[in-house]
């Protein structure tokens, strides 16, 4: 991504008007936010787990499907999700990455090569996502040995994990948080454009979000980094 598109897409985010919602469901209806990343082409379809055809759902998009942001020196949830808990109460959470963020894409390339010059709004939007890239490599989680392609699946994968323990530990217990990533790619399996639980809660491993899920349930649930 260069520098001139990453700008015209903070700016979109900064000037966006609010959430957008289904206002076909009535006002008492359970509530789910969607958070997902501004520069997916990604459109849900259809009511991922635990959401179904009854709930409220209303989408928060925000770059690389950030759930945090940085307020006087401290991390707390991000602005539009805390205006929507005052307005609805918010039965479940769920964080949608993708294997080509093009957004983690620039913050790995941020990391790697600091640019110096890059003007401040850009570097407060992804700075948050550099230092996720430093903590995945830090915990092992990608190395400079793997291919760039592997890296980016990888970071798509953890930056949803850490956007779901954030949440997970910010929000009530009430409320379920759930992470999915939308494999554009075929990284998970043999067969693109599927979506894969990645986590739920406090949970990351597969057999144990599995244990977690209704029997009748029909969830891809699956890891890169397991």
Not at 17 to 44: F, I, N, R, W
Not at 50 to 56: E, L, R, S
Not at 73 to 94: C, F, G, K, M, N
Not at 105 to 110: N, S
Request: charged share 20%; with cysteine.
């Amino acid at each position: 991504m260069n520098r001139n598109d990453l700008e015209s897409v903070i700016e979109s985010v900064q000037d966006w008007a609010g959430p957008q919602s289904d206002m076909g469901h009535e006002s008492d209806a359970q509530t789910a936010l969607v958070v997902s990343c501004s520069m997916s082409s990604y459109k849900l379809q259809g009511p991922l787990w635990p959401v179904d055809a009854t709930w409220n759902v209303v989408s928060v998009e925000t770059l690389g499907n950030q759930t945090q942001e940085r307020y006087e020196e401290q991390t707390v949830p991000d602005s539009t999700i805390e205006h929507l808990r005052t307005q609805h109460d918010i039965t479940a959470v769920i964080v949608v990455g993708h294997t080509s963020c093009e957004v983690l894409e620039d913050a790995y390339e941020r990391w790697v090569a600091p640019d110096a010059e890059s003007p401040v709004g850009i570097e407060v939007r992804l700075d948050p996502l550099r230092s996720l890239v430093g903590e995945a490599f830090e915990e092992g989680v990608v190395t400079e040995s793997l291919p760039l392609q592997t890296v980016q699946y990888r970071l798509a994968e953890y930056n949803v994990r850490q956007q779901v323990q954030f949440l997970q530990q910010a929000l009530p217990s009430s409320v379920t948080v759930a992470g999915y990533v939308y494999d554009q790619d075929g990284a998970y399996s043999s067969f693109p454009d599927k979506r894969y639980l990645v986590a739920l809660d406090g949970a990351t491993d597969p057999t144990t979000i599995r244990a977690r899920l209704p029997d009748d349930a029909s969830i891809r649930v699956a890891s890169l980094l397991t």
